[in-house]
């Protein structure tokens, strides 16, 4: 008898055990990028059971021209969501719903006005994909990762639309203060390193007198620095604005032929993941522009 009641003693103390292996993984949230990370973060901001991590490092900027590693191939395996940026971010996207046909696609650009790339050089796509650097697209992208995560995610549906509606509260504050600031400023024309900051300067009255490059991995040809320089001239030598993701000595250039001065400007495809992040970078950009553009000509 007494073994009897020692082995179900024994029985009843690896019970628990036995519940903690049974427990379900957490889901496996992933963003294909930095910004769509850092929204996604925010609306999963203290969500239980999910797991958000992104595909490419915090370092990797714009996914141009990106190819999938093996070990993205695995991650995805393992995810039951995607979160894209879309509007031809992704060039990889085709390919991907055949080889993981359960895998959820959330598309954050959808129900953003998209602006075509312009020129003729262009391989990435027929939209500039840059949306999320003017903060009311960034404020659809959040509608978008609530609708899909609250679907995904139905019992969390009520803390994910919660954040989400704080989120963009915040966003919209954002906005506000951007277009008081920028609409004071004397002057609204710049020149930009390469083609991220369109939706930005629609959305602020700003004019892009010309784009360094193209493709911002790739060296500037003769004639077409040849062609910003005198772009510059013609728009009475601009502000230049470098990124702090890539190298500016085509900018540099310009500066010395133009005597145009150089400041910089983030478009957020790297940073410290922070909560604040969106909004720190904009502000951060927003001093720049006060120091760049607020001395009248």
Request: proline residues 6%; hydrophobic residues 45%; contains cysteine.
């Amino acid at each position: 008898m007494k073994r009897i009641i020692a082995f179900c003693l024994s029985l009843l103390l690896l019970l628990p055990l036995a519940g903690c292996g049974a427990a379900a993984e957490d889901v496996s949230v992933m963003a294909t990028f930095y910004p769509v990370y850092i929204l996604a973060e925010n609306v999963l901001d203290g969500v239980e059971g999910v797991r958000l991590s992104s595909m490419t490092p915090p370092a990797t900027g714009c996914l141009h021209d990106y190819q999938l590693l093996t070990s993205d191939m695995k991650a995805l395996a393992k995810a039951q969501a995607l979160l894209v940026n879309g509007a031809g971010m992704e060039s990889f996207l085709p390919d991907l719903a055949g080889q993981f046909p359960s895998l959820k696609i959330i598309d954050c650009s959808q129900g953003v006005e998209l602006l075509a790339e312009e020129g003729e050089e262009h391989d990435h796509g027929e939209y500039n994909a840059h949306i999320w650097l003017a903060p009311q697209n960034a404020v659809q992208m959040v509608k978008n990762l609530r609708d899909g995560l609250s679907e995904l995610l139905p019992d969390k549906a009520e803390q994910i639309r919660a954040n989400a509606e704080q989120y963009i509260a915040r966003l919209e504050a954002l906005d506000a203060e951007l277009r008081e600031a920028i609409a004071a400023l004397p002057n609204k024309k710049i020149v930009t390193f390469h083609e991220a900051f369109p939706y930005f300067a629609k959305a602020y009255g700003l004019e892009v007198a010309a784009v360094v490059a193209l493709e911002p991995d790739e060296p500037i040809s003769p004639r077409m620095l040849k062609r910003v320089i005198q772009q510059v001239k013609e728009a009475g030598n601009p502000p230049l604005f470098s990124e702090p993701q890539y190298e500016n000595t085509a900018l540099r250039t310009v500066a010395q032929e133009t005597g145009a001065r150089v400041y910089e400007l983030d478009p957020l495809v790297t940073g410290d993941g922070a909560l604040t992040a969106y909004e720190d970078t904009m502000r951060r950009n927003l001093d720049v522009l006060r120091q760049a553009l607020g001395e009248s000509k």
